[in-house]
């Protein structure tokens, strides 16, 4: 048989990165706890049309899909957005509003291999289901940075914009939802000259023209000017001015938190789903050019699928550019670990023994290895000191007779006869 190679585009984790993906999940959970978020669990293969329907041209063209043996065409998730919005459509239904849910996974999307895209990936993701309030949007922000702050990133930066302003003005326009869809996938992906022409061809008025080529230039940090600038270019467009009137109210409210936030507004920023209707965000760190998550308002997807009316908005984190973030940024893990034992019996005989002592620390809750290979203590102990463990309990004839062991403190190169009832006491300190 050949040697098998893992599928391009997937990757094993071992366990200091193993560790770290789990750390950063045990933390999203926690903001979830503290947030209200009820945790479900959705399957990783949904019907194609189900995910496919609002995911946008961009994701849609990268799904895994194929055909089941039972002739289903399926795929596997490229996000959990559709999936929540599938149960509250029809399970969920009748559920008192809001409904606030949680769920983290793997996710798979056909991506083109590169620093921090993978075809394999996992998120964290919350909705909020049932609120059009702007402290709705504004509670998913600021979950999104107490996440980011959980787990030690320092100088995040929310990338902030509403679809609704660009969307109006072209719905005003007549431009159909199909070219808007094409037009914001250019923006996305900044393609901005691209968009334009688009916009153009879709026969909008010389007006709309110029005000769409002002506001994709309008950006910055001082976001209650910037939405002025924005509220002066879209005069004339009244949806488009409700847009950023809701943007405002979001955005203050966010500053009344107290909490210091940096963002930056984009006038002309667009996300790849085209579900979105209303505010949309994302987050940026300096050493990375690419979002560690994404998120925003999304008001008719339920109903699309079959559901009651129901506004909406979300976030998903992608837990891979966060650890990656984490470690350009020397991000250090809040261990609660203890000490590590390994036992080392003296010779054969005592192996009932030494498992009996590693049972007593396991009981204590000390993370205890057995020596299993049969080395001589001399190689063992080597081994524990080259994994810079801390202690070694060896397990000897003669101590044993008295009811004691011998424990070395690995780091300091010390060992003492300690009796078996006071060896947890020895090891905790
Ligand atoms: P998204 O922007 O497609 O949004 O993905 C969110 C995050 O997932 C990204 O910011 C990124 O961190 C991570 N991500 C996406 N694709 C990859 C990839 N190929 N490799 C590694 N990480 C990736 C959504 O998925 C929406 N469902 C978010 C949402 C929830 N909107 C409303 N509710």
């Not at 509670?139 to 107490?146: D, F, G, K, P, V």
């Not at 789903?273 to 690419?290: A, C, K, N, Q, R």
């Not at 054969?348 to 023994?353: R, T, V």
Request: charged share 30%; glycine share 8%; aromatic share 6%.
């Amino acid at each position: 048989m050949p040697a098998f190679r893992r599928v391009r585009g997937m990757r094993d984790f071992l366990p200091e990165e193993a560790q770290m993906m789990k750390y950063i999940e045990g933390k999203a959970r926690k903001v979830a706890r503290l947030y209200g978020y009820g945790e479900i669990i959705t399957p990783v293969l949904e019907s194609y049309e189900l995910l496919a329907a609002k995911a946008g041209e961009e994701i849609r063209s990268r799904m895994y899909a194929f055909e089941d043996l039972g002739g289903r065409k399926v795929a596997l998730r490229p996000e959990f957005t559709a999936s929540v919005a599938r149960l509250v459509a029809t399970t969920l239904r009748n559920e008192p509003k809001p409904l606030r849910m949680f769920c983290v996974g793997n996710l798979y999307r056909y991506d083109e291999p590169q620093q921090g895209r993978f075809r394999e990936f996992w998120q964290s993701n919350y909705e909020l289901m049932g609120s059009s309030k702007p402290e709705a949007d504004a509670e998913i922000m600021m979950l999104t940075n107490s996440l980011m702050k959980a787990v030690g990133l320092k100088n995040f930066v929310f990338k902030v914009g509403h679809v609704g302003v660009l969307r109006r003005i072209l719905s005003q326009e007549k431009v159909q939802d199909k070219v808007q869809n094409r037009i914001m996938q250019l923006m996305d992906k900044k393609e901005y000259d691209t968009a334009l022409e688009l916009v153009e061809e879709a026969g909008v008025s010389e007006k709309c023209l110029v005000t769409i080529q002002k506001l994709v230039r309008i950006k910055g940090g001082k976001v209650f000017e910037v939405l002025q600038s924005m509220e002066k270019q879209v005069k004339g467009y009244e949806r488009a001015v409700d847009a950023l009137e809701n943007l405002r109210e979001i955005l203050e409210l966010v500053s009344e938190t107290g909490e210091k936030i940096h963002m930056i507004v984009e006038a002309g920023f667009a996300r790849g789903l085209e579900y979105y209707t209303g505010m949309v965000f994302e987050i940026y760190v300096p050493e990375m050019s690419i979002s560690l998550c994404g998120g925003g308002r999304y008001d008719r997807l339920i109903e699309m699928f079959g559901g009651e009316p129901t506004p909406a908005v979300g976030v998903a984190h992608g837990l891979d550019r966060i650890m990656m973030a984490m470690q350009k940024q020397k991000t250090l893990l809040e261990t609660e670990e203890g000490k590590t034992v390994i036992v080392i019996p003296i010779k054969e005989e005592l192996k009932g023994e030494a498992l009996k002592i590693s049972r007593i620390l396991r009981d204590a809750d000390i993370a205890v290895e057995v020596e299993v290979m049969g080395r001589k203590v001399a190689k063992a102990l080597e081994d524990a000191d080259r994994r810079k463990m801390d202690y070694a309990v060896i397990v000897g004839e003669r101590e044993l007779k008295e009811g004691s062991v011998v424990i070395r403190n690995l780091e300091r190169r010390e060992q003492k006869t300690v009796k078996i009832e006071s060896i947890i006491e020895a090891i905790k300190g």
